[in-house]
């Protein structure tokens, strides 16, 4: 049973920056693609972005492009997102997954709790 755990998200203006962290724990040597998702109130679940474990390849959602950057330690387990350029609409709860691929077209098989960020002036 894999757990990931988010940390890092909080209150960010307009423009700002913030970097999400989620720590892999249970986790055998699976090349499964790691990623994250969020979740504005009110709608689903989106993808935000996804790195392979195999490689250096990373993919967006078009909405993020050029402000978020995703990134992996895999000596430490640990995924990051960092988040700058931030807009009122990245407020949502962010999610870490691990997809049930070793591409991109899988679909999250674990997810973290969660963790809260808020683009607000």
């Known amino acids: 049973q894999v757990q990931l755990v988010e940390s890092g998200g909080g209150v960010a203006q307009p423009g700002g920056s913030l970097r999400l962290s989620c720590v892999a724990s249970?986790?055998?040597?699976?090349?499964?693609?790691m990623g994250w998702f969020r979740q504005a109130p009110g709608t689903e679940r989106e993808f935000v972005a996804a790195?392979?474990?195999?490689?250096?390849?990373?993919s967006y959602a078009d909405s993020v492009k050029g402000r978020f950057t995703i990134s992996r330690d895999s000596a430490k387990n640990t995924l990051h997102l960092q988040m700058n350029s931030l807009k009122p609409e990245d407020t949502a709860v962010y999610y870490c997954?691990?997809?049930?691929?070793?591409?991109?077209?899988?679909?999250?098989?674990?997810w973290g709790q969660g963790t809260q960020v808020t683009v607000s002036s």
């Open positions: 997954v691990e997809l049930d691929t070793v591409g991109f077209s899988g679909a999250p098989t674990y």
């Open positions: 790195i392979s474990m195999i490689s250096r390849r990373v």
């Open positions: 249970g986790r055998t040597a699976s090349n499964n693609a």
